[in-house]
Every structure is written in structure tokens, then in C-alpha cells.
T-cell receptor, first 115, second 111 residues
Framework: DTEVTQTPKHLVMGMTNKKSLKCEQHMGHRAMYWYKQKAKKPPELMFVYSYEKLSINESVPSRFSPECPNSSLLNLHLHALQPEDSALYLC??????????????FGSGTRLTVV | SQQGEEDPQALSIQEGENATMNCSYKTSINNLQWYRQNSGRGLVHLILIRSNEREKHSGRLRVTLDTSKKSSSLLITASRAADTASYFCATAAQYGNKLVFGAGTILRVKS
């Protein structure tokens, strides 16, 4: 298995809702990432997990809460989001650490719309 | 900022022509990577070049790296309509803890 699987592919949520994004990989990669991408912009790093521990939080608002239950699974819990949080949320993993010496493997993303 | 800058922002060519995209960055790097993103989808890793390498090939892709000028180029030869996508360079700083993406080049290959 050489994929990163993200679910759901699309999500529409109200500003008072609580939802979660899920990311799974079975490549044995020990670094996992959440990126946020707005239209026509590059991906922006949100969180880095290394060996299941949060190693980087890029000053992301607390309405985004990451969780790494095990080495294969990464969640992003969403609560009280704003319309400007609408974006494509990408999960990625890498072998050999955050420098990506063998490249990052990305999921196909969750298209989030906050209404 | 470590973030790479890419040019051109957009490139439109005919099928069969070569496409060249450039990336510049500001800090010393460990490696530089190129990714492709089809519309609204995830990124696909194309090729990685390490700081001690100057050129690398993979199929129709050729990447060069000039660390003295802090720049890289991606050449796609004999382009196809399926190459239509956004292309991003990404850099891993020498003692950094993350991969940072450049602004990207939108490539359109007309058939």
C-alpha cells in the first residue's frame, strides 16, 4: 500500500458544527502532516507529527485540533470554524523525517466548505 | 522567508514542446523537491534533488540545481496534454524542520 487515504473527500459544515477529517497510511511512515491550501495558492503547513507526537504547530487557531491515535492514523478535529477556513485540507506522510529525503506522499485532500 | 518563488506564474504551450519552470529560494537547503497538482487534487511527488547534486533526470523530467544562485529549474520535454497541472517546488532548509512550498507555476499544454 503506497497511498495516503483521506476521508471525507468533501465536507460542508456550519459554523457551530463539530466535524473530523481522517487520514490513514500503511507505509510505515513515522512523520505525518496537515496542510491547508486555498485556491491558486501553495499548501501551507499546519501541523507536523513525528513518531506520533506533535512536533510543529504553525500557530494554527485552536478551532483546529489535531490528533494522532497511532502511527497509521491522523485526525483533524474541527469546531466553530469560520467561512474563511474553507479550503482544501491535505494530509501527507514521509519516510525519513520532516526533510522528506524520499519525498512526501499526499492524500487527495478534503474539500471543506464552511457555511 | 524560506519560501521559494517560481516563475513563470503561468505557462501555456503546445503539445510536443518543452516546458521550463524556475524556482528560487533564500536559505541553504538540504534538498529541493518538485510536485505536480492536478486541479483540486493532492500533490504528487515528481523528483528530489539533494544539495550536493547538480542535475537529475526521471523520464521526461530534468531538474537542475544551482546552490550558488539558490535556484532550480524543472524541464518537461515533449509535453503532453496530461501534463496540464500546477507545479510546485518545495525546499527543506539545511537545519530546518519542515518542507516549504513555492507559489507554483500553472502549466497548460494545448493539444
Amino acid at each position: 500500500d503506497t497511498e495516503v487515504t483521506q476521508t471525507p473527500k468533501h465536507l460542508v459544515m456550519g459554523m457551530t458544527n463539530k466535524k473530523s477529517l481522517k487520514c490513514e497510511q500503511h507505509m510505515g511512515h513515522r512523520a505525518m502532516y496537515w496542510y491547508k491550501q486555498k485556491a491558486k495558492k501553495p499548501p501551507e503547513l499546519m501541523f507536523v507529527y513525528s513518531y506520533e507526537k506533535l512536533s510543529i504547530n504553525e500557530s494554527v487557531p485552536s478551532r483546529f485540533s489535531p490528533e494522532c491515535p497511532n502511527s497509521s492514523l491522523l485526525n483533524l478535529h474541527l469546531h466553530a470554524l469560520q467561512p474563511e477556513d474553507s479550503a482544501l485540507y491535505l494530509c501527507a506522510s514521509s519516510q525519513g523525517g520532516v526533510q522528506g529525503d524520499y519525498g512526501y506522499t499526499f492524500g487527495s485532500g478534503t474539500r471543506l466548505t464552511v457555511v | 522567508s524560506q519560501q521559494g518563488e517560481e516563475d513563470p506564474q503561468a505557462l501555456s504551450i503546445q503539445e510536443g514542446e518543452n516546458a521550463t519552470m524556475n524556482c528560487s529560494y533564500k536559505t541553504s537547503i538540504n534538498n529541493l523537491q518538485w510536485y505536480r497538482q492536478n486541479s483540486g487534487r493532492g500533490l504528487v511527488h515528481l523528483i528530489l534533488i539533494r544539495s550536493n547534486e547538480r542535475e537529475k533526470h526521471s523520464g521526461r523530467l530534468r531538474v537542475t540545481l544551482d546552490t550558488s544562485k539558490k535556484s532550480s529549474s524543472l524541464l518537461i520535454t515533449a509535453s503532453r496534454a496530461a501534463d496540464t497541472a500546477s507545479y510546485f517546488c518545495a525546499t527543506a532548509a539545511q537545519y530546518g524542520n519542515k518542507l516549504v512550498f513555492g507559489a507554483g507555476t500553472i502549466l497548460r499544454v494545448k493539444s
